[in-house]
């Protein structure tokens, strides 16, 4: 879920994920619902949730609109734009699909445009699949913005212990040296702290590894960005 402004009215984005069977099943072009073998469902419905009315819509969406999907992750880059990556999608034969594709959305009060960036056969930088990863935006600059991402679980729920950082603007990766304690987990939280144009603090938080709940906060220093 990601809050954008309209009109100086205040709004919140929530975009897929899992549940109970849907009550309504909204009949929008490229809304899917899809039961699963648990028997909750996965959605790719879009909803927006004027803070002011308390009264939810369904924007319309175009462009290469992501499928069904669920723990991905998404940030706002500005007011109108917001970056997504990662999750577990529908794929064509009904089952699980770990994606690392890049989604960036154009979003308005009345409709969302979406962009698939995927994995260019040509270049191998490039962070697997994965779900249940942290998140955050850096901004450093008004013609920079940077999404970084640690962790997760991937394809055969082994946990990751990498971090990148997405170039948004030039749609390129690059793999960051951080210390394991700070990149191996998922279900966590992560929170960057921008100290100057070249130096970010990024502090992770919580989450799981193999022998049980992490407790303690780690950070880490990110230089020459």
């Known amino acids: 879920m990601i809050s954008f402004e309209h009109d100086g009215a205040h709004h919140l984005l929530m975009i897929g994920g899992v549940g109970s069977k849907p009550a309504v099943q909204i009949d929008l072009r490229?809304?899917?619902?899809?039961e699963l073998l648990n028997g909750k469902w996965r959605t790719n419905e879009h909803s927006i949730y004027d803070i002011s009315s308390r009264r939810w819509s369904n924007p319309s969406i175009t462009?290469?609109?992501?499928?069904?999907?669920?723990?991905?992750?998404?940030?706002?880059?500005?007011?109108t734009r917001a970056i997504m990556f990662g999750g577990r999608e529908i794929d064509y034969d009904g089952g699980d699909?770990?994606?690392?594709?890049?989604?960036?959305?154009e979003i308005s009060i009345s409709t969302v445009f979406w962009q698939c960036i995927k994995k260019p056969i040509a270049i191998d930088q490039w962070p697997v699949g994965r779900w249940d990863h942290a998140s955050a935006i850096i901004i450093t600059g008004s013609d920079c913005p940077m999404l970084v991402i640690s962790?997760?679980?991937?394809?055969?729920?082994?946990?990751?212990?990498?971090?990148?950082?997405?170039?948004?603007?030039?749609?390129?990766?690059?793999?960051?040296?951080?210390p394991q304690s700070v990149s191996e987990r998922y279900a966590h939280s992560l929170s960057v702290f921008i100290m100057s144009p070249h130096c970010v603090w990024m502090i992770t938080v919580g989450g799981t590894v193999y022998n049980g709940y992490i407790t303690n906060p780690n950070i880490v220093m990110l230089t020459e960005l």
């Open 63 to 79: 462009g290469q609109c992501i499928p069904p999907v669920s723990v991905f992750i998404i940030e706002k880059i500005n007011n």
């Open 151 to 178: 962790g997760g679980e991937d394809k055969d729920r082994d946990v990751l212990d990498d971090c990148w950082i997405f170039n948004i603007t030039q749609h390129s990766w690059i793999k960051l040296d951080v």
């Open 97 to 105: 699909s770990f994606t690392n594709n890049i989604y960036i959305l």
């Open 30 to 34: 490229k809304y899917r619902y899809c």
